[in-house]
């Protein structure tokens, strides 16, 4: 499967963005999808995931409450809303697909594909 982000920008502190993870294929029903984020001089970390049916999500402590994932798979699309951004959530953001079937789709290494970055830059 193929992943391309797109969606990210710079928006004030408290702002709202919502990002786009477009996949190519027609199994995409059957992918877990989760978005990473990587800040300057940081390792990338796990955002949050959504189980290949959607009925299961995981978040990162910090965005609970911001941050909500969805997916679309009649468009083969998943999203990540983002509100009341804070600075620190700058960062290329990633989306990544993976065959998981068990409850673990928030364990970044069993993430297979990956599409590249986009940037989300929180500033006043």
């Known amino acids: 499967v193929q992943l391309q982000a797109f969606g990210g920008g710079l928006v004030q502190p408290g702002g709202s963005l919502r990002l786009s993870c477009a996949a190519s294929g027609r199994t995409f029903s059957t992918y877990a999808m989760g978005w990473f984020r990587q800040a300057p001089g940081k390792e990338r970390g796990i955002v949050g995931a959504i189980n290949y049916s959607g009925s299961s999500t995981y978040y990162v402590d910090s965005v609970k409450g911001r941050f909500t994932i969805s997916k679309d798979d009649a468009k083969n699309v998943m999203y990540l809303q983002m509100n009341s951004l804070k600075p620190e959530d700058t960062a290329v953001y990633y989306c990544?697909?993976?065959?998981?079937?068990?409850?673990?789709?928030?364990?970044?290494?069993?993430?297979?594909?990956w599409g590249q970055g986009t940037q989300v830059t929180v500033s006043s």
């Open positions: 990544a697909a993976a065959r998981i079937f068990d409850t673990g789709i928030g364990i970044p290494s069993r993430y297979d594909y």
